[in-house]
């Protein structure tokens, strides 16, 4: 029996190729068993003039099903559905389960309604977007990714790209990091002091897991990232939020008893506040005085554009007291999910079962693709690039902000990618981030980075990460005028 | 000045390309200070000669360095260092910490030694490795994985690849999942029951994280998979050893009070014993008396080739009360680092909320092109493959353990990967292993996986998921020769 040609259309949704499409189109159809076995499909020219593609496009589908056995060629006679194609589906079953379970008393845990805000997925559509985070398509070096990606994918490394590496990171990615990135911000390290994560997120949670627990107190940035304080939750840990200043975290407020201390020194998490030298050696002091530990989230120290970065904490640190993160999300991009943890031996080994446990190690082929990307160069080329685009970006807020009259609460000494700002009192940016999403423009409220129990509400960030320049002015001149 | 050809030479350990490795070695060479900028290159002609390379090979890494700014063209006096090359690195400090921390105390949580055992990362060195869960070169469908990556990397994708998801999956992948995978277990279920897991691992740590306390109590097969009882012990819950038999878990032997089972039905891990459909429904009926739920871990379904699958548990289940783990670990590769969990919507909500909180998300690129390739009908065609390949394996181990006397204790009823073997009492099979290593054989001992405080000795798997049909005789002949 031959499938009539009605049977066939193309998803218009779809963004993929047109054969991909096409194969995609047939194999679902034999899967939900509407194609049968041995039934004849139609020639290529016939299904190419009903769906107004050219006949060598659907010749190509064609061939790929046969190579994977959904269909067979029979000499001139045409394609068939394959007698060894898979089975198709079992009939839906209308398996609608009555859920008798108390779900209220079975969940033994909650995580949902931490602190960490919801964010748009779909900032790309909006023409102001000072959303924090993301990748500019226009500055990414998309092509060098794809190249190096396609050679991590290559013959060469496949033991890299398919193995069980149980709890081991790829050597290769590591050696960059620890003969390359590291020795940047002052610091050596070996491989055993390194692990590789999944982004700076799973470097804080690691962290936070190995070090801290209910009997331990954490010091935290007041402002903070509102995922930080979810992660110490979770590890029930005391918590003492210590407010912020213009230099970031004042060592002498960090209460007596601390464990773990948590900082962002090259640019303060929200305020971008960069931490002089000297406070550096303060911190350090106040850590070695009560024998606590410091997590250095070291998230942005790439976007370092207006003069050289300040040297890491760690980099600082003879006692071997220092805990360092550092994040690919910002410098490359958040999807890739990659970032590394630094410390001492005893305490990587510790994270590093932890991570095995947990999700075992960051895919094979990301983590070669990225060592490929970076000791090539693509990676320094990339920061350049960005750091310029972003050097003319900040140039241009400014002074859209001063000529609108927005008020800067606090901008990173050598560079970032955001302003944490300040609207006058009364104005409740939650509200105001709403209002400017209606008008095309997207902004940060800053409440959800308050560990205060009556948190202010006119503070607010706007990052200059994915928004061109030439759109800045109108974006801030509509915030202005949401303010007013 | 002119940097002498003398300072150039290839890493012969490099399995790059060979303009990768001299874009390489110039680029280190300008980062690590030896190559200043303004220094003129040796001529491509001139170090080709040197390197014993072509010349285009030569002139083809000068262009992508220039295209990265790592160096400058002159016309035709030749390529310099240029002006704009990213600052040598500082030179590397002395940094000899002396760690003053006292990691025994400072290390709230431990997560070394643990159940799971060492395994080893050269397993392909070996000439008859009977290893489990690692890729086949010789079957796995290498150059299809490769063209759906590609795909996933282009600029269609580009927002997949490389946005922050926050805490959501590819839907792509969600729906191939809900559409086609999981209706082939019978299971009809939602997005908004699915959620994308960094391979069955993080699953199984996502659902026990979720459901279990100190106050709980979970029930696990014995023997079984050690890095479960890993998982457990992290939650601090009771924990309750159930011996299988050759029908798998026996729920009349599941104790009262028990919070959460935790199963394998498909394939018993390890002993690959498969549980009968009336033992299936029995389990269901023991769990609803309880009120208990029941983890599913269906790793190993695809590797039904003797006959059809069972239904899985959770298309039994009118409750919701079974939870569902999903793998490509075993179907794809190890290294994909992706998994499933399906369950009522009130639990994957959670686990959702703690995954964001962990690691956000899966890499975009990893989730898309698995939706490819299960989309293009190529992880079908893979399987079948596999299938096709394992069960000629198979076969040949039967035969092979016939002739030598070798005694199984349990094997799958559809199919699966592995024996698990019986060796005679006084055998310690962690000894017989290391012999056999040394032997150029790779066996896997038993006793991890049994939770007894005197765990027998005498058990091994036997995997054929790795070694090819031909090197199997003689590899069962050299483990019968060692036991005697």
Redesign the interface.
């Known amino acids: 029996m031959a499938i009539s040609v009605e049977n066939f259309f193309l998803d218009p949704r779809s963004?993929?190729?047109l054969q991909?499409r096409i194969?995609?189109m047939i194999?679902?159809g034999i899967?939900s068993g509407r194609f049968r076995r041995g039934e004849k499909l139609p020639s290529s020219r016939k299904l190419a003039a009903h769906l107004g593609v050219s006949r060598i496009t659907v010749t190509l589908a064609y061939t790929?099903?046969v190579?994977?056995?959904?269909l067979t060629a029979r000499g001139r006679s045409g394609y068939y559905v394959s007698e060894?194609a898979?089975e198709p589906?079992?009939p839906?079953?209308s398996?609608v389960?009555?859920?008798?379970?108390?779900?209220v008393r079975?969940?033994?845990?909650?995580?949902?309604?931490?602190a960490?805000p919801?964010?748009p997925?779909d900032w790309?559509r909006y023409r102001y977007p000072f959303i924090y985070?993301?990748?500019d398509?226009t500055l990414?070096d998309?092509a060098?990714?794809?190249l190096c990606?396609?050679?991590a994918?290559?013959?060469?490394d496949?033991?890299?790209?398919?193995?069980?590496?149980?709890d081991?990171d790829d050597p290769k990615l590591v050696e960059f990091i620890a003969r390359?990135t590291l020795?940047?911000r002052?610091?050596?390290a070996e491989p055993a002091q390194i692990l590789v994560t999944?982004?700076a997120?799973?470097a804080l949670?690691l962290a936070a897991?190995?070090?801290?627990?209910q009997r331990?107190r954490a010091a935290v940035e007041d402002p903070c990232y509102p995922?930080l304080r979810?992660?110490l939750m979770?590890s029930r840990c005391h918590m003492s939020p210590v407010p912020v200043d213009a230099d970031g975290l004042p060592p002498d407020r960090v209460p007596d008893g601390t464990?773990v201390i948590f900082t962002t020194p090259s640019h303060q998490s929200p305020t971008s506040a960069t931490m002089p030298l000297a406070r550096r050696h303060a911190l350090l002091e106040r850590a070695?005085a009560m024998?606590a530990?410091i997590v250095e989230d070291d998230y942005e120290f790439e976007m370092a554009f207006l003069r050289k970065p300040s040297p890491a904490l760690k980099?600082l640190?003879?006692?071997?007291?220092v805990i360092y993160v550092g994040s690919f999300?910002k410098s490359l991009?958040?999807?890739?999910?990659l970032g590394y943890l630094v410390g001492?031996a005893?305490?990587i080994?510790?994270?590093r079962?932890?991570r095995?446990?947990?999700?075992?190690?960051?895919?094979?082929?990301?983590q070669r693709a990225a060592a490929?990307f970076l000791?090539?160069?693509?990676y320094?080329?990339l920061i350049?690039r960005t750091a310029h685009a972003y050097a003319e970006r900040r140039r241009v807020m400014e002074a859209a902000m001063a000529e609108h009259g927005l008020s800067i609460a606090g901008r990173g000494a050598h560079g970032g990618s955001s302003f944490w700002m300040e609207a006058p009192d009364g104005v409740d940016t939650a509200r105001l981030a709403a209002r400017l999403r209606d008008n095309d423009v997207l902004i940060e409220p800053g409440q959800p980075f308050f560990a205060r129990d009556d948190p202010p509400r006119n503070f607010y960030r706007l990052a200059y990460s994915s928004i061109p320049a030439a759109r800045i002015p109108e974006g801030v001149a509509r915030i202005a005028a949401a303010i007013r």
Chains 1, 2 share one sequence.
């Open positions: 963004d993929a190729t991909s194969q995609q194999a679902q899967l790929e099903l190579a994977s056995d959904y060894n898979p589906l079992p839906t079953q398996m389960v009555e859920d008798r379970v108390d779900w079975a969940i033994g845990q909650r995580f949902t309604g931490g960490a919801e964010k997925q790309a985070g993301q990748t398509s990414f998309h060098n990714w794809r990606a396609v050679q994918l290559g013959q060469k496949f033991a890299a790209l398919t193995a069980d590496q149980y081991q390359h020795p940047r002052g610091i050596i999944m982004g997120q799973n949670w897991q190995v070090l801290l627990t331990r995922a979810d992660v979770q464990d070695r024998d530990l980099s640190d003879r006692d071997g007291r999300s991009f958040p999807g890739l999910r001492s005893p305490f080994r510790e994270a079962a932890l095995a446990s947990v999700l075992r190690h960051p895919p094979g082929l990301m490929y000791s090539l160069g693509h320094d080329a350049r």
